[in-house]
């Protein structure tokens, strides 16, 4: 791709996230995640009416009258773009690979943190961590990231997610925004070793941050079409599959493999307590993730 044909990519990716970041996902961004962490401000003397749970027990058995510590709401937040680049992303079945959808994403999540003054940061892994650009302001910055999306070429294939969240857990020192983006795919959190490695390590994540589980999914990994002999190609591990679609059998036996896969993936985030949200390769995501948000922020006024 010419430097002309990056710029004209960028250009097109930020014109397409303008318009629902302007409309609907600034303020639905902002009233979902805004305030959830506090500032230490002030120690000063106990006056009736303060939360007896603000009282700090060391200071008022040194001095020998009661203290309480005053916290003040935070007002800028770091949202982590967490984006998986493996093979498996290089696959669409509409008019744009899993790749490209999340870049979209991405983009959308990025210009709503910016506009509501935050920083943000990109973090882009195969098994490995490929690329972390640190959090930054500003809209070069954001096109800086939209950039690296689009244009990164990653070493590896595989997908590791464990180890990008122990990663983002060494270099965050402060309380983030943790969106992961992600198919799932070659992470199968049901049976093996490496699967629980992944359900444990959300949940630790979890805690340390605000973690959103965004999973990429292309429908037609879903479902078999009636192709004939079909040959699937494994993107990650090159492994290779023959089947015969035209056989009903065949189909059913697809969909319900991979029906159970999606099913047994939902019942493991629910364990993790993460938040989780499916969205379509083949349906826009604006919508979705503003009412997402939406539910977001009466959670947090219940």
């Known amino acids: 791709m010419t430097v002309t044909e990056l710029l004209e990519s960028v250009r097109r990716v930020e014109v397409r996230t303008n318009r629902p970041v302007n409309d609907t996902m600034g303020g639905a961004y902002l009233s979902g995640f805004k305030g959830r962490g506090m500032d230490f401000e002030e120690l000063r003397e106990y006056i009736p009416g303060d939360d007896v749970r603000d009282i ?3 200071v008022t058995h040194r001095l020998g009258r009661p203290f309480v510590k005053r916290f003040r ?7 982590v773009l967490a984006v998986d680049v493996s093979a498996s992303s290089s696959f669409g079945s509409a008019n744009r690979t899993k790749r490209e959808f999340a870049c979209e994403i991405a983009a959308t999540l990025a210009m709503s943190a910016a506009k509501n003054g935050d920083k943000v940061a990109l973090l882009l892994f195969t098994d490995e961590v490929e690329l972390f650009v640190p959090p930054r302001k500003g809209r070069r910055h954001i096109l800086r990231l939209v950039r690296e999306m689009l244009m990164f070429k990653p070493k590896k294939r595989a997908t590791d997610i464990s180890r990008a969240l122990v990663f983002l857990n060494h270099v965050l020192n402060r309380r983030a925004i943790v969106f992961l983006l992600t198919d799932f795919l ?5 049976k093996d070793e490496t699967a629980r490695d992944v359900v444990q390590e959300l949940g630790l994540t979890n805690t340390r941050h605000d973690v ?4 990429l999914h292309d429908p037609r990994e879903s479902i078999l079409p009636d192709a004939g002999l079909v040959t ?4 990650e591990t090159g492994e290779l599959l023959e089947l015969n679609s035209a056989r009903s059998s065949v189909r059913e036996k697809f969909a319900s493999v991979n029906a159970e896969r999606l099913a047994e993936l939902d019942r493991a985030l629910i364990r993790t307590g993460v938040d989780t949200l499916r969205l379509k390769t083949t349906e826009p995501f604006a919508p979705v993730l503003q009412r997402f948000f939406e539910i977001r922020r009466g959670r947090r006024r219940g």
């Open 56 to 58: 700090d027990w060391n």
């Open 212 to 215: 959103v589980c965004l999973h």
């Open 232 to 235: 699937i190609e494994d993107a």
């Open 73 to 79: 709401e935070e007002r800028e937040l770091t949202a």
């Open 186 to 190: 070659h992470s199968s959190v049901s």
